[in-house]
Nanobody, 116 residues
Framework: QVQLVESGGGLVQPGGSLGLSCAASGSRFTIVFMGWFRQAPGKQRELVGTITSSGTTFYGDSVKGRSTVSKDNAKNTMYLQMNSLKPEDTAVYYC??????????WGQGTQVTVSS
C-alpha cells in the first residue's frame, strides 16, 4: 500500500507561480511512474504532467511550456512548478503513482485557485 500526500496548493494571483509537492510513503514499493492531474468543477480530470523513473517528462497541452515536473528519488517526492498561472488553471490537483507490481494510487488532491 502506498500513500500519496500533496501539499502546496492555495490562492495565487494571475501571472503568479506555485509549487506543489507529492510525497509517497508506504512499505517496500518501487515507483515506476508518477504524474499530476487536475480537475476543475464540471470538467473531466486532465493531465498536467508526468515523469518516469528515469526522469522522462511529458506535459499536457494546456500547461506545456510553463510547467515543470521533477522528482527526488531519495525522498520519494514529486514536484510541480507552474508559472504564468491563469484563472483556468484553477482546479483540484491530484498526484498519481504507479508502482512496480502494477498498483496505482491517487492522492487526496490539493486545491489551487488562481484569482485576483
Amino acid at each position: 500500500q502506498v500513500q500519496l500526500v500533496e501539499s502546496g496548493g492555495g490562492l495565487v494571483q494571475p501571472g503568479g507561480s506555485l509549487g506543489l509537492s507529492c510525497a509517497a510513503s508506504g512499505s517496500r514499493f518501487t515507483i515506476v511512474f508518477m504524474g499530476w492531474f487536475r480537475q476543475a468543477p464540471g470538467k473531466q480530470r486532465e493531465l498536467v504532467g508526468t515523469i518516469t523513473s528515469s526522469g522522462t517528462t511529458f506535459y499536457g497541452d494546456s500547461v506545456k511550456g510553463r510547467s515543470t515536473v521533477s522528482k527526488d528519488n531519495a525522498k520519494n517526492t514529486m514536484y510541480l512548478q507552474m508559472n504564468s498561472l491563469k484563472p483556468e488553471d484553477t482546479a483540484v490537483y491530484y498526484c498519481y503513482a504507479k508502482i512496480l507490481n502494477g498498483g496505482q494510487y491517487w492522492g487526496q488532491g490539493t486545491q489551487v485557485t488562481v484569482s485576483s
